[in-house]
């Protein structure tokens, strides 16, 4: 569950700090160091702080998701992805939904970086949609469906993993394999506000399930005593290790 790094034990949690500036996510940051978690850095605070916070984050020695979910013509996203590795990005991610064709454009462009390149991941079905909401956009799988058709698509186009919902991941394991990267959102510590997430878990049973990774902002951005919410679930999940 827990990935060792040299004597680190490295948390599986990244937080999203989805911030609307970079004071306070620099704030946040300031109070905790890279062994607790690694970063997500999505829509929101790249919009308002941009390519240098995210180099700052690097800088500082924190392994660094870039969200922004990359969905348009495969030449554009490959550049963009090219243009993410720059920053020093640990992981970065594409919308599985640009199909085949864009999830490879990217992927190639990343392998001509070498060993060194981030981890490419294919968002599949959000974890905020229903399958009512897939019908409504004329999808008529389940989501639980249409998780594994896009996961099984961003394997063969060379992603290293999928972000999914912890509902997805046991079924997933079985079809992707072993060294496919499950990273789940939708994590709501017990007794915490769903918010508009649909398909949630709490962070043990979504490691228990086979997440590598676990993304995690509202309960702890938004928690009281964020820096405790934090080590709090480090410490829960710890517990789940032999
Ligand atoms: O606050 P909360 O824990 O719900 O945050 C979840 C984070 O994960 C948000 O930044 C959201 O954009 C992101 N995310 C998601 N579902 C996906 C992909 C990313 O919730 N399928």
């Keep these: 569950m827990h990935k060792t790094e040299g004597n680190q034990i490295a ?10 500036n970079a ?6 940051v300031a109070q905790i160091d890279p062994t607790l978690c690694q970063l997500k850095v999505g829509k929101e605070l790249f919009t308002v702080a ?12 924190y392994r660094v998701f870039l969200d922004l979910k990359y969905h348009d ?3 554009t996203v490959a550049q963009a992805c090219v243009a993410a590795a720059d920053l020093g990005v640990w992981m970065m991610n594409v919308h599985s939904l640009g199909g085949s064709r864009m999830m490879e454009a990217a992927s190639d462009a990343l392998s001509r970086l070498g060993s060194s390149r981030p981890l490419l991941i294919a968002v599949t079905i ?7 909401d897939l019908h409504e956009i004329g999808i008529q799988s389940s989501a639980a469906d249409q ?9 063969k186009a ?24 499950l990273v789940t959102p939708g994590i709501r510590p017990k007794g915490s506000d769903t918010g508009d997430q649909r398909r949630i878990m709490t962070p043990e049973q979504a490691l228990q399930n086979g997440s590598d990774y676990l993304v995690i902002g509202r309960p702890v951005t938004q928690a009281d005593d964020p820096i405790e919410a934090l080590r709090l679930i480090n410490t829960q999940i710890s517990q789940l290790n032999p």
């Design 126 to 132: 959000l974890t905020s949609m229903s399958d009512d």
């Design 11 to 20: 948390s599986p949690i990244i937080v999203a700090l989805d911030y609307n």
């Design 50 to 61: 941009g390519p240098d916070l995210v180099r700052k984050l690097a800088n500082q020695g």
């Design 147 to 155: 998780v594994i058709t896009l996961s099984q698509l961003a394997r």
């Design 73 to 75: 013509i495969p030449n």
């Design 23 to 28: 004071k306070d996510a620099l704030n946040f």
């Design 158 to 181: 060379g992603c290293d993993g999928v972000v999914c919902s912890a509902q997805e991941t046991r079924k997933l394991r079985q079809t992707s394999g072993e060294d496919f990267l």
